[in-house]
């Protein structure tokens, strides 16, 4: 059983920042990619920002050059460093991994709320 438990969402005001941890534990081979995706009401979940193995990035237009996302494979832990919030940043935050154990199948955690108020 693989477990993906998110923290580090809330309330902050417009041009705050926030981190956002999110850690896999259960037994597994390894992770392959592992990321974060976003969703407001009545919408898509959409990608913000995913990162490889071996450290390749991919962000969301929106969040380039603001948002930096990071990982510890020793820990099997991703980060979501938030700088310059943005109101229209507020949604329920989601974290992804890709999971090997006798095959390879997508975990969600959670979810964590993130509120930017102007």
């Known amino acids: 059983q693989v477990q993906l438990m998110e923290s580090g969402g809330g309330l902050v005001q417009a041009g705050e920042s926030l981190r956002l941890s999110c850690a896999a534990s259960?037994?597994?081979?390894?992770?392959?990619?592992m990321g974060w995706y976003r969703q407001t009401p009545g919408k898509q979940r959409e990608l913000v920002a995913e990162?490889?193995?071996?450290?390749?990035?991919n962000y969301a237009a929106s969040v380039k050059g603001r948002f930096t996302v990071s990982r510890d494979n020793t820990k099997n832990t991703v980060y979501l460093q938030m700088n310059s919030l943005k109101p229209e940043d507020t949604a329920v935050y989601y974290c992804?991994?890709?999971?090997?154990?006798?095959?390879?199948?997508?975990?969600w955690g959670q979810g964590t709320q993130v509120t930017v108020s102007s």
């Open positions: 259960g037994s597994f081979a390894g992770i392959n990619n």
């Open positions: 990162i490889s193995t071996g450290g390749a990035t």
């Open positions: 992804k991994a890709d999971v090997r154990t006798s095959y390879t199948g997508r975990y």
